[in-house]
Nanobody, 124 residues
Framework: QVQLMESGGGSVQPGGSLRLSCAAS????????MGWYRQAPGKERELVAI????????YAEYVKGRFTISRDTAAKNTVYLQMNGLKPEDTAVYYC?????????????????WGQGIQVTVSS
């Protein structure tokens, strides 16, 4: 099927930066949307940023001006989340998410997939 490989998490001090990467692999036909969500302890999972196939972007209000989502120009199945000006409240598990079209045993299907999640901790 489809797998999402996330990388780039870790621990930083407030004001620091991290860059998350997510690469989708499998028998992918096309990607409709790809992006990042996050879930802090005791809270619901929430949208961080997404990028659509046409290039349009959506950001949560609380990350606008600090986070930037982008797509690899060569490897279209890879997205990045550049996180600058990190705050303690950004601490969460970040999940890559995609809605895409793929071959499932030669049958084209559209489905949503989640990565396993990657920890981001912002603390002094």
């Amino acid at each position: 099927q489809v797998q999402l490989m996330e990388s780039g998490g870790g621990s930083v001090q407030p004001g620091g930066s991290l860059r998350l990467s997510c690469a989708a692999s499998g028998r992918i036909i096309s990607i409709n949307v790809m992006g990042w969500y996050r879930q802090a302890p005791g809270k619901e999972r929430e949208l961080v940023a997404i990028i659509r196939s046409g290039g349009s972007l959506n950001y949560a209000e609380y990350v606008k001006g600090r986070f930037t989502i982008s797509r690899d120009t060569a490897a279209k199945n890879t997205v990045y989340l550049q996180m600058n000006g990190l705050k303690p409240e950004d601490t969460a598990v970040y999940y890559c998410n995609t809605n895409l079209r793929f071959f499932d045993r030669e049958v084209p299907k559209t489905n949503q997939f989640w990565g396993q999640g990657i920890q981001v901790t912002v603390s002094s």
